[in-house]
């Protein structure tokens, strides 16, 4: 959910569910037992996840009109605190909050410098490849509606995931792109799986959103390993075999972390990625202690984007202070203190 800079609001109750869903090389990072070696609960929870967009308006246009998200805020941002924070020079950024449900995502179009765009040979096994899955109510009404707005599929259709999967078994999920090629995921629960709030009686076809990662006092909430063909159709992925681990915090969205088992030949992250490439996402997390959280990570020799702890010395988006670091296969996670 990447980015991460926003007017002050209040916390409101979660009505909808983010996972941001990373490819990983090896899941250990973020895992209970890497907790286990760390202070709990260092962070609190999710915030919102952050996207790199090329074209503001056009990808509001695209998350409000096609998939029902509400503009909260828009604000453009330039200083040296933001050079720091992202480790971009120069930079000056709009960035937009939308709500789906009580949960966030917040879209940064850099006005400059301008990044690159999504590689276009992009395959859902490359660890660059990042995703938010939205909780549908009719998955067939849905799909009518993406056609009927002409986005780009990534999967060949919804799959029906297979009764054999004890985990997935009756779920519905399809794979599109945004107008940027940022991989989105929609996804409908059977009666015996998700959360209560997903089987409520509703007009609205989608619902909130779930999405992407963790290392400070999330817990293990699921398991799962999927593969067949539906999963391969699913991810356009052939023999697509994979580990999936759901982790969630004290509040907001969830995380879920894969690991291809198969194909294993998925490419890197690209070491030289910025945040002004169309590729980047990020996800925001909070913390009540930004100094300690950044002690406890150097600690544990993690890359820092950042040039460490950076105030915001302006006020305007929300946050007294945050560092942006990544985690061993290069995804981005901001931590902010309020």
Do not use: C
């Not at 899941?27 to 609190?44: I, K, R, S, W, Y």
């Not at 919804?158 to 940022?182: E, S, V």
């Amino acid at each position: 959910m990447k980015l991460r800079f926003r007017p002050h609001r209040p916390r409101q109750n979660v009505l909808a569910i983010w996972v941001l869903s990373l490819v990983l090389a090896v899941p250990q990072f973020f895992t209970q037992h890497a907790l286990a070696q760390q202070n709990p609960a260092l962070v609190e929870g999710v915030d919102a996840i952050g996207i790199t967009v090329s074209d503001m308006d056009r990808a509001v246009d695209f998350y409000s009109k096609v998939l029902t998200f509400e503009k909260v805020s828009d604000t453009e941002v330039a200083g040296e605190s933001y050079e720091h924070l992202e480790g971009v020079f120069g930079l000056r950024m709009r960035v937009v909050r939308m709500r789906l449900g009580d949960e966030f995502i917040e879209l940064t179009e850099y006005l400059a410098p301008k990044g690159r765009p999504i590689p276009v040979d992009s395959r859902s096994n490359d660890r660059w490849f990042q995703h938010i899955a939205i909780i549908v109510s009719d998955m067939d009404k849905v799909y009518a509606r993406l056609r009927q707005n002409k986005v780009e599929q990534a999967s060949s259709g919804p799959q029906h995931l297979p009764d054999w999967n004890k985990n997935a078994a009756g779920i519905l999920a399809f794979y599109f792109k945004d107008p940027d090629g940022h991989p989105v995921e929609v996804l409908q629960f059977p009666p015996d799986k998700g959360l209560e709030k997903w089987h409520r009686s509703t007009d609205k076809l989608f619902l909130g959103i779930k999405f992407y990662r963790n290392l400070l006092g999330m817990h293990v909430a699921g398991e799962s390993e999927n593969y067949g063909t539906e999963q391969e159709h699913l991810n356009n992925v052939f023999g697509a075999h994979l580990r999936i681990t759901a982790l969630r915090g004290a509040s907001g969205p969830g995380i879920e972390l894969l690991e291809y088992l198969t194909p294993r030949d998925g490419r890197p992250f690209p070491s030289d990625e910025q945040a002004s490439d169309v590729v980047h996402r990020q996800t925001v997390l909070l913390t009540r202690g930004a100094d300690a959280a950044a002690r406890q990570l150097q600690s544990s020799r993690v890359n820092f984007v950042s040039s460490g702890v950076v105030a915001n010395q302006t006020g305007q988006l929300g946050f007294s202070k945050a560092l942006l670091v990544r985690d061993p296969d290069g995804h981005a996670i901001e931590i902010e203190e309020k």
